[in-house]
């Protein structure tokens, strides 16, 4: 008989309509799977645990794809109704009770995240989150990286979802790229009818989603009741056969029913109908499948009994054991917010420049590092829109080739093939989360968002799957992402939607490692820093500083890095402290020959910060402590930027060392307008910075 957590038999060879004891092995998973909801459902209600949602009604489904899957070999990207499935790839009932109480213990996120929210390394089930949706681009970067990590193999990667999050952008964007690429992907639709309260019509056009998409190219289309068990199965076994042999994508809707409401913050009965609801309980498969067993001579009624009574007595015994299980520790939450293995703060990455050649411009100095990093690690890999030299190689014998906008991965598609530097869609959210799937099965992409003002389709991916992965999956899944990222003004033209700053937004996202270099010699030592740390980053190029002639510098050579949270004292000074980073760096530079001029004997120290998140608050300490005067200078705009964090902590653990104000120097709270004289008055400029000093000075 198969085991929930079978993972040595291949499935895919098993006949399409499984023998006696597999079916009584499907029930009892679908029975554990309900019995578990409804005492999750009682602890809530005694207030025991904190939340409840269930997977009541896709029993019948999750238990069918689980058997027709390899735990430990496929891969899976589940939503929170895949209870049963969970169960059947070997997830215990014990482990899924740890995470309804919040235990240290449970092994999914260490009580960090809600019930349903699955996740085990050593079954391959990627740690799943709620927003809906968010999964399918990290699904089809998992299934991108199987075909690239293992040619051979037929593993596939699995990725379900309710009826609801196929209205979700990212499905879209993720169905466009596994038919594009033709990738081993299977998607599970499990529609239940409702998305909470929204019917499938009005969520779908028609009310199915494998009618809408039945134009995609490559992509096998399957239907089934998924509340019945034993068709469910066959058409399961088909569509995984036909994935793993093709190696290419599958759509299963499989209809089911949602018995009990969204979550215990849903009433169901406000707008399902007795009518509805009675009609859903007719079709329930913990009911069906049984009575089928029974009539067909599998089970008498004695026992099922028994096994039934066998499953309320484990779900007793686990929930007592579960309610006394230790809570998180104090202390521990910000444990896992980085990665313990790599320190990109660490002297590991003071290095000393050993200049070599020609000073190079800045975006040249990005472009040598990055054919650098490529060659030393076969695992790294670059794309994003219009990075490639030429999609069309053939064109690359009669064209020079492009290599991104600003030509900074220029040559590395000619270097490297088309493989490992290639142009993607248009779909920044697209972008990072194939990123991030490729970087949990332990790829190194670096990806290039063309502009920064165009990133925000990509902050659910980059917030709430990026930079919280490791955290919220207590260290069993992480993406080290490189997200690279023009990004300013003071280029003529530019206006609202070229030319923006907003580097506060992501400083303040937890777990992500945000770098601004201001200079040539800087940008090659820390993107070379971001490509070998553990973690997340996100690097931003100033687009002005790409090609000017005094921030050049020779090459610092091959293995050249500079430690996160290390700030470079630009010029040194004992009357007043610029804290500042990338265009406001030679700005700041330029204002303060003006002041000094106009004081004689005062001098001024600019500290370019260089790394936003972790930043270097000793040498701000040292720097104020010793000057009593300082201002910030950047460029994003002044209230709520990243000035005001600097200074409310300068405030507070520094007031008794100044002797002035502390001053800001930023952009006005607006847009950045296209003509210059407007962009001028907008972004801040020189004798801003000079008005400031002076004021600061004269206190």
Known sequence: MLTSAQSETDLSALPTRLGRDERIQAFRIMYLSRRIDDREILLKRQNRIYFQISGAGHEAIGAAAGLALRPGHDWFYTYYRDRALSLTLGVTSEEMLR???????????????????????????????????????????CADASRRLDPQSDAITLVTTGDGATSE?????????????????????????????????????????????????????????????????????????????????????????????????????????????????????????????????????????????????????????????????????????????????????????????????????????????MRRNATMIVFGEDVADASREPNLAQVKGKGGVFSATKGLQIAFGSARCFNTPIAEAGIVGRAIGMATRGMKPVVEIQFFDYIWPAMMQIRDELASLRWRSYNGFSAPVVIRVPIGGYLNGGAIYHSQSGESIFTHIPGLRVVFPSNALDACGLLRTAIRADDPVLFLEHKRLYREPYNRSPHPGADYTIPFGKAKIAKTGANLTIVTYGALVQKSMQAVLQVEARHPGTTIEVIDLRSLSPYDWESIRASVEKASRVMIVHEDCLSWGYGAEISARIASELFSSLDAPIGRVAALDTWVGYHPQLENEILPQVENIVQEADRILGY
């Open 99 to 141: 995470q309804s109480v919040g235990a240290e213990a449970d092994p999914a996120s260490g009580g960090r995240q809600m019930p349903s929210h699955w996740g085990s390394p050593r079954l391959h089930i990627v740690t799943g989150s709620s927003p809906t949706g968010t999964q399918f681009v990290q699904a089809v970067g």
């Open 169 to 373: 952008g990212e499905f879209w964007e993720a169905m466009n790229i596994a038919c594009l690429e033709k990738l081993a992907i299977l998607f599970l639709v499990e529609d239940n009818g409702y998305a909470i309260s929204t019917p499938v019509e009005k969520q779908t056009p028609g009310g199915d989603i494998s009618k809408v998409v039945s134009g995609f190219p490559h992509l096998k289309i399957f239907n089934c009741d998924g509340t019945d068990f034993d068709a469910t199965y066959a058409t399961m076994a088909d569509a995984v056969a036909h994935c793993r042999r093709e190696q290419s994508p599958v759509l299963v809707r499989a209809t089911c029913i949602r018995p009990y409401s969204h979550s215990l913050s849903d009433d169901e009965k406000n707008y399902k109908t007795k009518a509805e609801r009675a009609e859903e309980a007719g079709r329930d498969p913990i009911v069906t499948f049984p009575e089928r067993l029974m009539a067909e001579g599998v089970l008498d009624r004695h026992g099922l009994e028994l096994l039934t009574h066998e499953i309320d007595l484990e779900v007793q015994e686990v929930t007592d054991r579960v309610l006394k299980a230790a809570p998180p520790p104090k202390g521990s939450a910000l444990r896992y917010l980085y990665s313990e293995r790599v320190d990109p703060t660490s002297a590991e990455f003071e290095a000393t420049p050993k200049l070599s050649g020609d000073p190079r411009t800045m975006v040249d100095e990005i472009n040598l590092t990055l054919h650098e990093e």
